[in-house]
């Protein structure tokens, strides 16, 4: 009885807030949260992402709520959402770890090379050092882009990004090395 009760309420709460009633979808976001993010913690081991895969998930749930059909569907539907958002968290996470270890299987230029003087080896150390530091998605970019003179569309293709985030992957990690290289490593 106390299960179809809940289910009832659920469909009433799914049916207001598709009509707009904020207070229902407050009520639907309270009944349902926990569900998602246990779900979520099922399939990705790890609570910090567990909540951030539902919480992209109720941003998608309140997008589309209103074009939810059947609001018995709605746990179907809500699970489906949150269980794309974890498949994309892990892809990512999979995808960092790939390229962070492609680009440490990278051989340094030796500081020895004929271009760089003794005077050039700590700016070159601190660069590569810098590098390093970067985050893998942004490493891999200046590596594919600088070292291996891809294009941005080259680089996209190979990141299996837009091109637009390989453009801003660069800039934020030619701001940080700049940085860096400039002294002012509080960026």
């Given at each position: 009885?106390?299960e179809?009760?809940?289910?009832?309420?659920?469909?009433?709460?799914?049916?207001?807030?598709?009509?707009?009633?904020?207070?229902?979808?407050?009520?639907?976001?309270?009944?349902?949260?926990?569900?998602?993010?246990?779900?979520?913690?099922?399939?990705?081991?790890?609570?910090?992402?567990?909540?951030?895969?539902?919480?992209?998930?109720?941003?998608?749930?309140?997008?589309?709520?209103?074009?939810?059909?059947?609001?018995?569907?709605?746990?179907a539907?809500?699970?489906?959402?949150?269980?794309?958002?974890?498949?994309?968290?892990?892809?990512?996470?999979?995808?960092?770890?790939?390229?962070?270890?492609?680009?440490?299987?990278?051989?340094?230029?030796?500081?020895?090379?004929?271009?760089?003087g003794?005077?050039?080896?700590?700016?070159?150390?601190?660069?590569?050092?810098?590098?390093?530091?970067l985050?893998?998605?942004?490493?891999a970019?200046?590596?594919?882009?600088?070292?291996?003179?891809?294009?941005?569309?080259?680089?996209?293709?190979?990141?299996?990004?837009?091109?637009?985030?390989?453009?801003?992957?660069?800039?934020?990690?030619?701001?940080?090395?700049?940085?860096?290289?400039?002294?002012?490593?509080?960026?």
């Open positions: 009885m106390r179809t009760t809940g289910r009832i309420l659920d469909e009433y709460l799914v049916v207001a807030a598709a009509a707009g009633d904020r207070r229902a979808f407050e009520d639907l976001a309270r009944r349902w949260h926990r569900k998602l993010v246990a779900h979520a913690w099922r399939l990705t081991g790890d609570g910090e992402a567990a909540r951030d895969a539902a919480q992209a998930g109720w941003v998608e749930i309140a997008r589309g709520i209103g074009g939810l059909r059947d609001e018995r569907a709605f746990p539907w809500a699970y489906r959402i949150v269980s794309r958002r974890c498949a994309g968290l892990i892809a990512g996470r999979q995808q960092d770890r790939v390229l962070a270890r492609a680009f440490a299987a990278q051989p340094e230029p030796a500081p020895d090379a004929p271009h760089w003794a005077a050039h080896r700590p700016e070159v150390e601190r660069l590569h050092a810098a590098i390093r530091d985050p893998p998605a942004q490493r970019a200046i590596a594919l882009f600088h070292f291996e003179e891809m294009t941005v569309a080259e680089t996209a293709v190979a990141l299996d990004v837009p091109a637009g985030t390989i453009k801003t992957r660069l800039m934020h990690a030619r701001r940080t090395l700049r940085a860096v290289l400039e002294g002012d490593e509080d960026v």
